[in-house]
T-cell receptor
Framework: GAGVSQSPSNKVTEKGKDVELRCDPI?????LYWYRQSLGQGLEFLIY????????KSGLPSDRFSAERTGGSVSTLTIQRTQQEDSAVYLC?????????????FGPGTRLTVT | GQNIDQPTEMTATEGAIVQINCTYQ??????LFWYQQHAGEAPTFLSY????GLEEKGRFSSFLSRSKGYSYLLLKELQMKDSASYLC?????????????FGKGTMLLVSP
């Protein structure tokens, strides 16, 4: 079956511009997560959606970052006024539901480069 | 704060056995995961431990000791394709009950 998909796969943007990154989770998965992975660093949690509950935004590094999940499926991560330190691979993951033993399935990521 | 430590790099020979250790200090604990990540690719799930002991799955085994804040991933009969980064992740740390906190990963290089 189809896995988690993300678009675009690569994005180059100028400092100060806004970007939108898209994630399509596995059908039927109620939990969706965004992470970012910088060179030489571990995956850093950004935000978590579970069903219709309020998202856990505790990992968002600044108010320039926001995310939405429409209809319990597709999610969009928006970065406003991008900075060079935002350059990283942004990974989306989904799981059947949050908690318990359900593993997270990761998408291929979006490589963001801010010039 | 929370901390997840694993070695940065390891090398091993094809056919050998390698053990990758992970220690953690987190504010909460709701399970420990191991993921494999090949260069340029997404992480893929390898194993999950929530109770103490050993979980075996083919050539891969994972061990957990909650009292020691310690886990290891054991890879047997190493193959060249096992060259990858291995990520230890704890669920239930400061980032939340259902979210994962990752270590920086251990880059394993398998040589002929």
């Amino acid at each position: 079956g189809a896995g988690v998909s993300q678009s675009p796969s690569n994005k180059v943007t100028e400092k100060g511009k806004d970007v939108e990154l898209r994630c399509d989770p596995i059908s039927g998965h109620t939990a969706l997560y965004w992470y970012r992975q910088s060179l030489g660093q571990g995956l850093e949690f950004l935000i978590y959606f579970q069903g219709n509950s309020a998202p856990d935004k505790s990992g968002l590094p600044s108010d320039r970052f926001s995310a939405e999940r429409t209809g319990g499926s597709v999610s969009t991560l928006t970065i406003q006024r991008t900075q060079q330190e935002d350059s990283a691979v942004y990974l989306c993951a989904s799981s059947f539901r949050g908690g318990s033993s359900y593993e997270q399935y990761f998408g291929p990521g979006t490589r963001l480069t801010v010039t | 704060g929370q901390n997840i430590d694993q070695p940065t790099e390891m090398t091993a020979t094809e056919g050998a056995i390698v053990q990758i250790n992970c220690t953690y200090q987190t504010s909460g604990f709701n399970g420990l995961f191991w993921y494999q990540q090949h260069a340029g690719e997404a992480p893929t799930f390898l194993s999950y431990n929530v109770l103490d002991g050993l979980e075996e799955k083919g050539r891969f085994s994972s061990f957990l000791s909650r009292s020691k804040g310690y886990s290891y991933l054991l890879l047997k009969e190493l193959q060249m394709k096992d060259s990858a980064s291995y990520l230890c992740a704890v669920r239930g740390g400061e980032s939340g009950y259902s979210t994962l906190t990752f270590g920086k990963g251990t880059m394993l290089l398998v040589s002929p």
